[in-house]
């Protein structure tokens, strides 16, 4: 009856181990896919394409090549981490933004990422910059930008938001990172190198990977900073004016402003 009593004992004690066993291994298993972003959905959104060769009129370098293949590269680097990835285009084709927006309105536990670079006609403007428009964007925007200005070797331009069209009717976060001016010859050649542009795509993903660990809280709209610099400069140019303009005054027509002040 011991022996039968010790055998028993011997039996639940083994089954504890294999349940506790079972039970690490499938939390681990949820942790790897917690980690991996298996269950989140990335639409990758290459700017342009097919007729629309994006830029300015002139331009050397096509940006919608540039944002294809960025986005692609970025493809197989989330892929490769676990996330389920969709791509509004994969090949030289056109495709409106209402197709786009659609695209990414028809996945739930989805984040949306729109490829671009920029141009001008100011050959000396350089920079990488960020957009969002809808609140729940800020966290993904903040980290993206992060990563991808930590990572590259132009100006930090800031994270905006703005209601560009694919930004502001996508039901999920969603954001639109410009990845330098092809309109600039330095960062025009960076875009041109293959290793630049995995760069870009890889500081992107973990910009996706760590959407959440960054906080939103230094976000600042360098746009309006700029134009409210603008704005002071303007008053106090104004005033410097009006200042060297009171100043040169003869001496003779202050005084006579004095008295008749005095006068009334």
């Not at 096509?62 to 294809?68: D, G, H, I, S």
């Not at 209402?98 to 001008?120: E, G, L, M, W």
């Not at 590259?152 to 069209?165: E, L």
Request: glycine content about 8%.
């Amino acid at each position: 009856m011991q022996r039968n009593f010790c055998g028993l004992r011997l039996s639940v004690g083994s089954l504890m181990v294999v349940l506790v066993a079972c039970s690490s291994s499938y939390a681990a298993r949820a942790v790897r896919s917690s980690e991996s972003g298996d269950s989140l959905t990335v639409v990758i959104d290459a700017g342009h394409g097919g007729h629309d060769r994006g830029g300015i009129p002139g331009q050397r370098v096509a940006e919608k090549n540039m944002t294809l293949d960025v986005a692609q590269r970025l493809r197989n680097v989330l892929s490769g981490a676990g996330y389920h990835v969709v791509m509004t285009r994969d090949s030289d084709v056109f495709v409106p933004l209402a197709t786009r927006v659609a695209i990414a309105n028809s996945y739930r536990n989805a984040i949306f990422v729109c490829i671009h670079f920029n141009a001008t006609n100011r050959m000396g403007a350089s920079g990488i910059e960020t957009y969002f428009y809808s609140r729940d964007s800020l966290p993904l925007a903040s980290a993206v930008h992060y990563y991808v200005t930590g990572g590259a070797p132009s100006a930090n331009r800031g994270v905006r938001r703005r209601g560009y069209y694919v930004l502001r009717k996508t039901a999920i976060p969603a954001v639109l990172v410009e990845c330098g001016f092809l309109t600039n010859p330095t960062e025009a050649a960076y875009a041109q190198t293959a290793s630049y542009r995995q760069k870009l795509a890889e500081e992107i993903a973990t910009g996706v990977r760590g959407r959440s660990s960054l906080g939103s809280a230094s976000y600042i709209d360098q746009t309006k900073v700029a134009k409210s610099e603008r704005h002071s400069s303007k008053r106090s140019h104004k005033k410097s004016a009006r200042k060297k303009k009171s100043s040169s005054k003869p001496a003779g027509s202050e005084a006579r402003s004095g008295s008749l002040n005095r006068e009334a």
